[in-house]
């Protein structure tokens, strides 16, 4: 499955989740109507009393309403007391995966339930192969002892020293994410920028909180596909929409994308978009503040410089210590 497919199988499994709660139901009322034919007979009584107040409001005969609401509500607790008596109260009620929404995936007809965003989430994270890598790379496998503590004297610290800050940084950031806020992780490849923004995503998934992680070239194709061949995709808005509407974004790899006049533009309204709904962005480069400014447009390295925080990753490539199990103790 591809992205662009993803948003017509996941409307399809909740279209079938519907049907099966129906199946449900109905088997259930068959069932119940077979042993409990008294609850058959105030079922019938209900909806030919429910015809009849609508004809009563009508003519405006008020007392008639009056009295039909009355004798309706004496009708339903008897339904209620003989169903909690004999299978329970609950049991002629639609049994739904989200009670929200009722398994349609909005709310209110038009408003994306919580559920639906979460499931897209899940959905994108599985094509990106995300999950597997989250079980590996969070804080709780977040292993100092890769860091050198030797200080470097171009930062004044070690490796190691500005990683605990770097810990409680990314910690606190998603501890305190009601309070909006981005990051902007910069510096040498294998310096640990990924494996941070993986370790955010985990504890804000876990929490129920929407992320997508992206990196920039793999945005920057889904991009040039909604620009240059819209009529050829199933629901072409559904990936950009979900930029768009997650609490967090990651984008990951900024600067590895192949640059042109439209991804730059496209990136740019992404970020700006993000900072005036205020919706936290978490975006990791390898080039430096002054490669950004060289690299980007002006606007977009001033939105960056004025609403993110910037951590600079230094020292050894961790990915290379790690394969050959170099540990500084």
């Given at each position: 499955?591809?992205?662009?497919?993803?948003?017509?199988?996941?409307?399809?499994?909740?279209?079938?989740?519907?049907?099966?709660?129906?199946?449900?139901?109905?088997?259930?009322?068959?069932?119940?109507?077979?042993?409990?034919?008294?609850?058959?007979?105030?079922?019938?009584?209900?909806?030919?009393?429910?015809?009849?107040?609508?004809?009563?409001?009508?003519?405006?005969?008020?007392?008639?309403?009056?009295?039909?609401?009355?004798?309706?509500?004496?009708?339903?607790?008897?339904?209620?007391?003989?169903?909690?008596?004999?299978?329970?109260?609950?049991?002629?009620?639609?049994?739904?995966?989200?009670?929200?929404?009722?398994?349609?995936?909005?709310?209110?007809?038009?408003?994306?339930?919580?559920?639906?965003?979460?499931?897209?989430?899940?959905?994108?994270?599985?094509?990106?192969?995300?999950?597997?890598?989250?079980?590996?790379e969070n804080f709780d496998t977040f292993d100092l002892r890769l860091f050198s503590m030797d200080v470097l004297p171009a930062e004044g610290l070690s490796p190691h020293a500005n990683m605990q800050t770097?810990?409680?940084?990314?910690?606190?950031?998603?501890?305190?994410?009601?309070?909006?806020?981005?990051?902007?992780?910069?510096?040498?490849?294998?310096?640990?920028?990924?494996?941070?923004?993986?370790?955010?995503?985990?504890?804000?998934?876990?929490?129920?909180?929407?992320?997508?992680?992206?990196?920039?070239?793999?945005?920057?194709?889904?991009?040039?596909?909604?620009?240059?061949?819209?009529?050829?995709?199933?629901?072409?808005?559904?990936?950009?929409?979900?930029?768009?509407?997650?609490?967090?974004?990651?984008?990951?790899?900024?600067?590895?994308?192949?640059?042109?006049?439209?991804?730059?533009?496209?990136?740019?309204?992404?970020?700006?978009?993000?900072l005036l709904a205020r919706k936290h962005t978490v975006i990791s480069t390898n080039l430096s503040p002054a490669q950004l400014e060289s690299q980007y447009s002006e606007r977009l390295v001033s939105r960056?410089?004025?609403?993110?925080?910037?951590?600079?990753?230094?020292?050894?490539?961790?990915?290379?210590?790690?394969?050959?199990?170099?540990?500084?103790?």
């Amino acid at each position: 499955m591809s992205y662009k497919s993803t948003f017509s199988q996941v409307m399809r499994d909740y279209e079938a989740a519907r049907d099966n709660a129906q199946a449900l139901l109905e088997a259930r009322k068959a069932e119940v109507y077979k042993n409990l034919p008294e609850i058959k007979e105030i079922d019938s009584k209900l909806a030919k009393m429910g015809a009849g107040l609508a004809r009563l409001a009508i003519s405006g005969d008020t007392l008639g309403m009056e009295n039909t609401r009355n004798e309706m509500g004496r009708l339903q607790e008897n339904r209620l007391f003989l169903l909690e008596k004999n299978v329970g109260k609950d049991y002629l009620t639609a049994v739904y995966r989200c009670n929200i929404c009722q398994d349609t995936g909005y709310t209110d007809g038009r408003i994306r339930c919580k559920c639906l965003n979460q499931r897209l989430i899940d959905e994108y994270y599985s094509l990106s192969n995300m999950k597997e890598v989250l079980r590996e790379e969070n804080f709780d496998t977040f292993d100092l002892r890769l860091f050198s503590m030797d200080v470097l004297p171009a930062e004044g610290l070690s490796p190691h020293a500005n990683m605990q800050t770097i810990y409680r940084l990314a910690t606190s950031f998603v501890a305190n994410f009601s309070e909006f806020n981005n990051l902007l992780l910069y510096g040498e490849p294998g310096t640990g920028k990924t494996f941070v923004s993986h370790a955010i995503a985990k504890d804000l998934l876990d929490s129920g909180r929407t992320v997508l992680y992206q990196t920039a070239p793999r945005l920057s194709k889904v991009l040039e596909d909604y620009r240059f061949n819209r009529d050829q995709l199933s629901n072409p808005d559904e990936m950009l929409a979900a930029v768009d509407n997650v609490d967090l974004l990651i984008l990951d790899d900024l600067g590895a994308e192949i640059s042109t006049v439209v991804t730059s533009a496209a990136i740019f309204d992404i970020v700006n978009q993000r900072l005036l709904a205020r919706k936290h962005t978490v975006i990791s480069t390898n080039l430096s503040p002054a490669q950004l400014e060289s690299q980007y447009s002006e606007r977009l390295v001033s939105r960056f410089f004025g609403n993110y925080q910037m951590i600079k990753f230094f020292g050894e490539d961790i990915r290379v210590k790690k394969k050959y199990g170099s540990l500084r103790m």
